[in-house]
């Protein structure tokens, strides 16, 4: 008999634009201690079929329009809200995709991880206490003892995800759902979080329904696998099957659109077009529209290993150093963190370098103290001649011009009060690039640049996508004409077949405007169909540097070969 059965769902969203159909007659079932991966793009309905089997959709909005899904003999969407909380969190657990989210700041971990255990269990809290600190020395948290009574953010994104993750199976539940819990993390600490979470199913003998927008990540995880695309299931199938012989042209586009199964040189392949709208009707033959897939593209001239031209920006001898500081008056240092240490290199013009590297290496410190924006212990940074470490404020801000920079997080760093066209026209009129009667017309041809219809010019940050959003800060960047872009883990986010599209972008820009680029990322696989020359960081300085091939198929430092052998690939 089936742990959970899930028949017929449909769940709604009645807005003031229309209603949006996020889930559209979706079934599947789940044995014990089986795993199932849910897999497709932000916005199939992998997230909201999840969480409204815990009642954890917001009504209103949200409604469920019909449907089942039988828990162990209870029907989740129909039960009383007292037994659906007696079951939540109890024997059904969820793991987050954003763990400083999910986490309250206010409280110290220990009293969240015995939280579930106080209301479910009745325990004493000594024991709860002992508990909560087994598990983290179950999840790997070095010297649990110690940081049991910390505050969430004084550990790294993968410590939180591993608290995230004690916190889940501190009850031990039947059921486990995991909604994105490595996106963004590192492909190191990524291949930690799955081998831990392999690891504690098979002890534990719980089922777990894995949710991704990635397949590469499921293929070494689940028994089963289930492609969603607008609201509906379009295939499911063992595993092996699926990545062997996929069926659905859905499925057969999401895994051309993995970076690490395309050839150097070649563009990524991206689907085509945007998902359908949900506020209305979809056919099956609309669904198929999207998937005419296009004939590759033929793959351009490989790139010479040293690019022609003059240095663009050469960075000698860069450190950057924080202190570290005790007491609240009176402060006193008692030490120093070296998150750049003696870093040097150089760019030639139209040159791609991709800076690699885990969190705390020390790659966007770098880039901001390139730009300026963190003041260097010590060194140089030079810009086409000019340097800048020595330069008035004035200098600096001509210099600007020339140097941009693309930030991870776009909604984070696109002002929500601002329209796109204001957002494209401030620095032409803070740097007087155009006169006033043209600025229209060249922010017209930005967003054009960057594959955006001028029509969205009206609208603001939140009314974009994920992709779409990275696409007007790319735009932003590129407003002033620059020599130079240092794009700081602009993908790391995305969906794999956004990631496509936005690598694509920025390669074309590259080459049309021969611009020169320092492309910052933590994932191997995708650095290398950008770049000339790989840079790999670890602990602050620059371990490894030489051509993308050779670093690719001939690493020479043990830590480069390790962030090679962490990335996720396809099992068959």
């Not at 009574?149 to 199976?169: D, N, T």
């Not at 240490?341 to 390139?370: N, P």
């Amino acid at each position: 008999m089936p742990l959970l059965e899930v028949s017929h769902l449909s769940v709604s969203f009645h807005t003031r634009s229309g209603v949006y159909r996020a889930v559209n007659d979706v079934s599947f079932t789940l044995e014990p201690g089986e795993s199932l991966g849910i897999v497709g793009e932000s916005g199939s309905g992998k997230s909201v079929t999840c969480s409204s089997l815990l009642g954890l959709i917001p009504q209103p909005p949200g409604r469920i329009e019909g449907g089942t899904a039988v828990f162990d003999g209870v029907d989740l969407l129909r039960c009383p809200a007292a037994q659906l909380r007696t079951i939540r969190g109890r024997r059904i657990a969820m793991i987050f995709q954003d763990p400083m989210t999910s986490l309250n700041p206010y409280l110290r971990i220990s009293e969240q991880l015995i939280e579930p255990l106080l209301i479910h269990e009745k325990i004493s809290r000594p024991a709860a206490l002992a508990r909560a600190l087994s598990m983290l020395e179950a999840v790997g948290i070095q010297h649990a003892a110690d940081r049991l009574h910390a505050y969430p953010h004084e550990f790294s994104g993968g410590m939180r995800q591993r608290v995230m993750i004690a916190m889940a199976l501190i009850t031990k539940p039947d059921l486990l759902i995991a909604d994105e819990p490595t996106t963004a993390l590192d492909v190191t600490v990524q291949a930690q979080i799955l081998e831990l979470l392999k690891h504690l199913q098979r002890e534990l003998g719980m089922a777990v329904i894995f949710v991704t927008h990635d397949l590469a990540v499921v293929s070494g995880l689940c028994d089963r696998v289930q492609v969603m695309y607008a609201g509906r299931i379009v295939e499911t199938a063992p595993t092996r099957t699926l990545f062997a012989h996929p069926q659905h042209p859905y499925t057969k586009a999401l895994q051309r659109c993995i970076p690490s199964l395309q050839p150097k040189g070649r563009a990524l392949y991206a689907i085509p077009g945007m998902p359908p709208d949900l506020s209305k009707p979809v056919t099956e033959a609309e669904l198929l529209a999207r998937f005419a897939l296009p004939p590759e593209e033929p793959a351009p001239p490989a790139p010479a290993e040293a690019p022609h031209g003059r240095p663009m920006i050469q960075v000698q001898a860069i450190a950057t150093h924080f202190p570290l500081e005790t007491g609240f008056l009176f402060k006193k240092q008692t030490g120093t963190v070296k998150a750049v240490d003696q870093v040097s290199f150089e760019v030639s013009q139209g040159e791609v370098l991709g800076l690699v590297g885990e969190s705390g290496s020390g790659k966007s410190t770098l880039a901001r103290t390139i730009m300026q924006l963190i003041p260097p212990t010590a060194g140089t940074v030079i810009l086409g001649g000019k340097n800048l470490t020595q330069g008035s404020t004035a200098e600096l801000k001509a210099a600007r011009r020339d140097l941009q920079m693309v930030f991870q997080d776009p909604f984070a760093s696109l002002n929500p009060r601002l329209s796109v066209f204001a957002t494209l026209a401030e620095p032409l009129r803070v740097h007087g690039i155009v006169p006033e009667d043209q600025i229209a017309a060249r922010v017209a041809r930005l967003m054009e640049q960057v594959g955006l219809a001028p029509r969205f010019l009206n609208k603001y940050p939140h009314e974009f996508s994920g992709g779409q959003r990275q696409r007007i800060a790319i735009a932003r960047a590129l407003a002033l004409e620059p020599k130079v872009i240092i794009a700081d883990e602009p993908v790391s986010a995305l969906d794999v077949s956004i990631q496509a599209q936005i690598l694509n972008l920025l390669a074309r820009l590259v080459r049309e405007m021969n611009l020169t680029m320092i492309f910052i990322a933590h994932d191997l696989s995708v650095v290398k169909h950008i770049s000339d020359r790989i840079a790999v960081m670890y602990q602050g300085k620059i371990v490894e540097l030489g051509p993308a091939l050779d670093v690719m198929e001939r690493p020479q430092h043990p830590y480069t070969r390790q962030l090679i052998s962490a990335i996720p690939r396809i099992e068959v």
